[in-house]
C-alpha cells in the first residue's frame, strides 16, 4: 500500500520506466500517485507533489527525451492513455525556471507533442495539460516562442478552444479558458506588431468578449472564474497599448511564481531526502547553485543532500548545463 513507499522508491521506479519507454508499469506508477493526490490524508497528497518535484528533479532530461518521442506504442488507444501519462509527468514537473529553460531549448522537439496534445478531442483533461505546458514554457521562453508558437497554428487552437467551451460553465472548461487568455496576454505582450495584427484580425477578441459576458451571468465563483477576468484584462490593456507594452518589462521568473501561486495545489519542498520541509509563505528556500534545480530549506540539508547523492546526480544525468 502507499503509506509503506518512500517518496524515493517512487521516484527510482519512475524514471527507471522513463529511461525504459515502459509505459505500462509508468501508467501503473501514475495511477498510484493520482490516488494519492485525491486522498484525504493530506500526508498522501503531499507526497504526490514531493515525487513530482523530484522526478522534474533528477530526470529533467530523460522526462523530456520521453516527451519528445511519444507517443509510441502502435495503437491510438494507447498512445493516448500514453501521451496522458506523460503529459501529466511533464506539466506537473514544469515548476522551475531551470527546468523549464531545459524544456525550451528542446522545443522544436517538444512543440509537435504538445500540440498533438492540444488538437486531440477525446480528452479534455489533455488539452488542459498541453495549455499548461505552452503557457509556463513561454512565460520563460518569452519572445524565442512567439514565433514557433504561431508557427503551430496557437491562434486557430485558441480560438477553437474558446469556442467550444461556449456552451458549458464547468470548473474544468473555466479553467482552459484561463489558459487561452493567459496565452493571448502573453502573446500580446511579447509578439511583434505582426503577431499583434493577427491576433486583432482574429475571432479570439469577439470570442473571449462573448464568453466572459456568459461567465458573468453564470454568477459562478471559482477562482478559475477570476483566472479569465484577470487575464481577459490584460489582453484588453494589451491590444490597447499596442507596440508600447515592452517585452523587456517581462520578469520570467515573477511571472512564474505568480502562475504556481494561482495553482494552489503546488507546493515546495526542501529536496534533501531526510527533510521534505515545504516551504512556507515567508521562506525562500535556497537553490542547489550548480544544477539550480535542488531546492533546500538549509545549508545543512544541502550538505546533508550532495552526501546523500547529489553530487552524482547534480547535472550527471541532466545533459548540458544550460
Ligand atoms: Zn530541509
Ligand atoms: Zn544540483
Not at 74 to 87: A, D, E, P, R
Not at 106 to 121: G, N, W
Amino acid at each position: 500500500m502507499a503509506e509503506t513507499r518512500s517518496i524515493e522508491s517512487y521516484v527510482l521506479d519512475l524514471c527507471q520506466y522513463i529511461d525504459a519507454w515502459d509505459y505500462e508499469n509508468m501508467n501503473n506508477v501514475y495511477e498510484t500517485l493520482l490516488k494519492m493526490r485525491a486522498s484525504f490524508k493530506e500526508k498522501h497528497y503531499l507526497n504526490y507533489w514531493r515525487v513530482l518535484q523530484c522526478v522534474g528533479e533528477v530526470a529533467a532530461d530523460k522526462l523530456i527525451y520521453l516527451v519528445t518521442k511519444s507517443p509510441v506504442a502502435s495503437c491510438k488507444k494507447h498512445n493516448i492513455s500514453n501521451l496522458v501519462t506523460v503529459m501529466e509527468l511533464f506539466s506537473e514537473s514544469l515548476s522551475t525556471v531551470a527546468f523549464i529553460k531545459r524544456v525550451n531549448h528542446y522545443k522544436s522537439d517538444i512543440l509537435p507533442v504538445v500540440f498533438t496534445a492540444i488538437e486531440q478531442r477525446e480528452y479534455p483533461e489533455l488539452v488542459r495539460k498541453g495549455f499548461v505546458a505552452l503557457y509556463r514554457m513561454i512565460i520563460v521562453g518569452k519572445t524565442t516562442l512567439v514565433t514557433p508558437y504561431m508557427k503551430h497554428g496557437i491562434l486557430r487552437n485558441i480560438y477553437q478552444q474558446i469556442k467550444c467551451q461556449q456552451g458549458v460553465i464547468r470548473v474544468d472548461c473555466v479553467e482552459t479558458v484561463s489558459y487561452c487568455a493567459k496565452l493571448v496576454a502573453a502573446l500580446l505582450q511579447l509578439g511583434d506588431e505582426e503577431t499583434r495584427r493577427s491576433i486583432l484580425k482574429s475571432n479570439i477578441p469577439n470570442e473571449l468578449d462573448v464568453y466572459v459576458v456568459r461567465l458573468k451571468k453564470s454568477k459562478v465563483n471559482w477562482e478559475e472564474v477570476d483566472d479569465v477576468l484577470e487575464f481577459y484584462d490584460q489582453a484588453k490593456m494589451s491590444f490597447l497599448l499596442g507596440s508600447n507594452s515592452k517585452p523587456e518589462d517581462w520578469n520570467s521568473k515573477d511571472k512564474l511564481i505568480e502562475e504556481l501561486k494561482q495553482d494552489l495545489e503546488v507546493f515546495i519542498f526542501c529536496s534533501s531526502p531526510p527533510c521534505r520541509k515545504i516551504q512556507a509563505d515567508q521562506e525562500k528556500f535556497l537553490y542547489c547553485g550548480q544544477c539550480k534545480l535542488s531546492r533546500y530549506c538549509s545549508p545543512g540539508c544541502q550538505k546533508e543532500h550532495w552526501k546523500l547523492g547529489h553530487k552524482e546526480m547534480c547535472l550527471h544525468g541532466n545533459g548540458p548545463k544550460l
